[in-house]
């Protein structure tokens, strides 16, 4: 029995990706990202994983629905008087919802259609404009993450690219083929037992998101039987200690980490209804 040898404890930098513009429907997300990566002097790079706000990727797929244009059910109407919130929100959270799992005055908790624990169904009018619209989570977020990694990596924007601004355009890129980063989509989410909300993962691209350690050496040569940690919900906190809550910053890079390389979906870190004691 012996310690994981392939994860070491080292530096890791995390680096703000400020300067976006508002994202609006068709955004090529992972291009623009790379893009201002590089117009901020901290191009992407192997090993980099990149984080995005669920919020801006919700925007770019055009997962945003009017309030007013909602006609709430008759489920909508009696679970609105028992919460206190407006019919026509709780409609759409019904409609991107799996069950209900808990609803007083003031909260809805809900598991939506991806497995997702959470207040609202994830939906919420922070960050958009107007009063009318509410963005809700993309339909696939892992699917989301895998478009903007292809994105940055098909773009061929990378330490060198300020020196293309003269006499090449995008379509005379070649791409970086041989680029491996990793890619998570993530929001803020409430927990149980605990005040304050954290940055979680609801997607990933190109890394496992849950570190196994069962069968691994702690520092006593004991056997670790259960020890698992969910890297991409570390990774999303991480970033969201630039990225805030307001500031325009929705995307971070976090470097340094050590990964295993691989396409895995978020289900890997949801828990079985097995297994989950408060189910």
Not at 179 to 207: H, K, M, Y
């Amino acid at each position: 029995m012996s310690r994981d040898p392939q994860f070491s404890v080292k530096a890791v930098g995390v680096f703000p990706v400020g300067g976006l513009p508002e994202i609006v429907r068709g955004t090529d997300l992972g291009r623009l990202i790379a893009e201002q990566c590089a117009v901020n002097g901290t191009p992407i790079a192997g090993g980099d994983l990149v984080v995005v706000a669920q919020k801006v990727v919700s925007k770019a797929e055009g997962a945003v629905q009017r309030i007013s244009a909602q006609v709430p059910t008759e489920e909508a109407l009696e679970l609105a008087e028992r919460v206190g919130k407006d019919p026509r929100l709780v409609q759409i959270v019904l409609d991107h919802s799996s069950r209900v799992v808990r609803a007083v005055p003031g909260v809805l908790i809900v598991e939506t259609r991806h497995g997702f624990i959470c207040a609202n169904a994830g939906i919420d009018q922070s960050n958009v404009e107007g009063d009318d619209l509410v963005t809700t989570l993309p339909d696939d977020p892992d699917l989301s993450a895998r478009t903007i990694r292809d994105a940055i990596v098909k773009s061929g924007i990378g330490p060198d690219w300020p020196g293309l601004l003269e006499g090449s355009g995008p379509s005379d890129r070649p791409g970086r083929p041989g680029l491996t980063i990793g890619v998570l989509v993530s929001d803020t989410f409430n927990r149980p037992w605990r005040e304050g909300s954290i940055n979680v993962a609801i997607g990933t691209a190109g890394f496992d998101p849950l570190r196994d350690l069962r069968g691994s050496a702690d520092d006593f040569d004991r056997e670790m039987t259960t020890s698992m940690v969910s890297l991409a919900d570390e990774v999303a906190s991480t970033a969201q200690l630039v990225m805030g809550e307001s500031g325009r910053v929705p995307v971070a890079i976090v470097r340094g980490v050590d990964w295993e390389p691989g396409d895995y979906p978020i289900s890997r870190l949801l828990r079985p209804p097995g297994k989950d004691l408060f189910r």
